[in-house]
């Protein structure tokens, strides 16, 4: 029986928790803290904390805010945004955080990565990839907040981002980001055949079905918002996670 992490992403901005939909319309949801600790007591794996504020606003981390979320989680922490400095790194894992993910910084420091892999090892440092399809349905690669196009197919940066040192990719189709659609199962297996690190499958998952898919299509790990956020039918706020026994019955099916 295989264990696949499942992992909440959390998308703070002003100190707040918010979720939107394809990389848009982020609205209040509650306190990052506070989802913090329910997700200890639902015994989550992971949490990928992203600071949606950082790059665009050209910021640098919350080093007191995060310092704050991570003193509460009793879980691994991963952090992006804002992140420019080998500097930034090191403070960031002072204050509890054990990777970091880098996305806009792929494009601007090319030696970022590998800065950060040869002084705390390569399972340290998580590349995000940020992908849609443009009118003629072609991936395409973005950065900055999916503001900014990039150059190059999403498998053949991925297999670059490897090279440079990274650890871990995390694939998200911002397409399907919040729309509990499942996920773009097409992408992930194009780019999990052209890298042998592990992915993590993002944007769209609407159930444990759709996990068990990205899984079966390349995918090492999941990760997930709008799923633990919003309670169907009506989109209410509810923090959620699987049991430990729907997660146990989907490691049977893998």
Known sequence: MRRIRVIPTILIKNEGLYKGQKFKNHEYVGDPINTVRIFNEKQVDEISILDISATP?????????IAD?????????????GISKIEEVDELFFNGIEKVILNSSNFTTTNLISEIANKYGNQ????????????????EVYS?????????????????????????????S???????????????EIVSKNI???????????????????????????????????????????????????????????
Not at 57 to 65: G, S, Y
Not at 144 to 171: D, S, V, Y
Request: charged content about 20%; aromatic content about 10%; hydrophobic content about 40%.
């Open 57 to 65: 606003n050209n910021i640098k981390p919350n080093i007191l805010k």
């Open 69 to 81: 979320i991570a003193s509460e989680a009793f879980m691994p922490l991963s952090y992006g945004g």
């Open 124 to 139: 340290s440092v998580v590349v995000s990839i940020d992908v849609k399809k443009n009118w003629l349905g072609t991936y």
């Open 144 to 172: 900055n907040c999916g503001e900014k196009k990039q150059k190059g197919k999403p498998e053949f940066i991925a297999n670059e981002m490897e090279n440079r040192g990274a650890g871990e990719i995390i694939l998200t």
């Open 174 to 188: 911002i397409d399907r980001e919040g729309g509990s659609t499942g996920y773009d199962y097409h992408l992930i």
């Open 196 to 254: 042998s690190i592990p992915l993590v499958a993002s944007g769209g998952a609407s159930c444990i079905d759709d996990f068990y898919l990205a899984i079966k299509s390349g995918a090492s790990a999941v990760s997930a918002g709008s799923i633990f956020v919003f309670q169907k039918p009506n989109n209410a706020v509810l923090i959620s996670y699987p049991t430990q026994e729907e997660l146990i019955m989907l490691f049977k099916r893998l």
